[in-house]
């Protein structure tokens, strides 16, 4: 089972915000045209593996946000540790995986640097853990 696959089983994940046609996760997806900076993600569970350059922080930013409005977001990053994103946004994520290794994508090479699941479970973790 595929990298995807195993959160996908663990989150059953509703929204993939930065796709394309040919690469989206979920059956309902944002594409670079819909922008997905742009859109509500209210009541999703999002799968957000965004795009790596200088717009990250953007999409931390959003993930962090959206997850307080209700959202749960599951983030596919760099471990990038020494970035103020990572401090600002990530170490106030409810859950941090550190990847053992590095990933790799089907037949392309391993990723260049370490990577991380950063989990923003916000208010829809904290309203299950209310009505148990």
Not at 14 to 37: I, Q, V
Not at 69 to 74: E, L
């Amino acid at each position: 089972m595929d990298f995807f696959n195993k959160l996908n089983t663990e989150f059953n994940f509703t929204l993939d915000p930065c796709a394309t046609a040919e690469n989206a996760k979920c059956s309902k997806f944002y594409t670079l045209e819909d922008d997905g900076l742009a859109q509500d993600w209210l009541n999703e569970i999002v799968f957000m593996n965004p795009p790596y350059g200088r717009q990250i922080k953007h999409w931390i930013k959003k993930a962090f946000d959206e997850s307080l409005k209700g959202a749960i977001v599951v983030c596919l990053v760099p471990a990038r540790t020494d970035t103020q994103y990572w401090h600002d946004y990530c170490m106030k994520a409810d859950e941090v995986r550190f990847i053992k290794g590095r990933l790799k994508f089907s037949d392309k090479d391993a990723a260049p640097f370490p990577s991380a699941v950063v989990v923003f479970k916000g208010l829809s973790f904290m309203a299950l853990k209310l009505s148990a």
